[in-house]
């Protein structure tokens, strides 16, 4: 079963279905529709859910559609998104940067 990590605050956001869609850059794990994901929080290495990936797409950071906002937290500026992503992932991200767009749905 592939996983996906998330931030403990990002966690809360899943459990309570506000967030249904993240965003991987440098992505390798291939992940396809109807995948079973174990959600894993990043800090603990602890699973808090399971989830199936409903969609997977792929843009760039300065093309993202209102499509694929949805699901996703927002940030107060694009710049401040830039800075989010850079620190998770310890690399340059700017417009180019290209992401994977991920939509999932929990499983009970």
Same mark, same amino acid.
């Given at each position: 079963?592939?996983?996906?990590?998330?931030? @403990?605050?990002? @966690?809360?956001?899943?459990? *309570?279905? @506000?967030? =249904? /869609? #993240?965003? &991987?850059?440098?992505? *390798?794990? *291939?992940?396809?529709?109807? *995948? %079973?994901?174990?959600?894993?929080?990043?800090? #603990?290495?602890?699973? +808090?859910?399971?989830?199936?990936? /409903?969609?997977?797409?792929?843009?760039?950071?300065?093309?993202?559609?209102?499509?694929?906002? %949805?699901?996703? %937290?927002?940030?107060?500026? =694009?710049? &401040?998104?830039? %800075? =989010?992503?850079?620190?998770?992932?310890? &690399?340059?991200?700017?417009?180019? /940067?290209?992401?994977?767009?991920?939509? +999932?749905?929990?499983? =009970?």
């Amino acid at each position: 079963m592939k996983t996906l990590k998330f931030k @403990s605050n990002l @966690s809360k956001q899943v459990l *309570d279905g @506000s967030k =249904t /869609t #993240t965003w &991987r850059l440098y992505d *390798d794990k *291939d992940l396809s529709v109807g *995948d %079973e994901l174990s959600l894993v929080i990043s800090e #603990t290495q602890k699973e +808090f859910a399971r989830a199936r990936v /409903t969609a997977v797409d792929e843009n760039t950071l300065g093309k993202l559609s209102p499509n694929d906002w %949805e699901g996703h %937290e927002k940030f107060s500026s =694009t710049q &401040r998104m830039y %800075e =989010t992503y850079k620190h998770y992932y310890n &690399r340059t991200v700017n417009e180019k /940067t290209i992401v994977k767009i991920i939509k +999932f749905r929990l499983l =009970t």
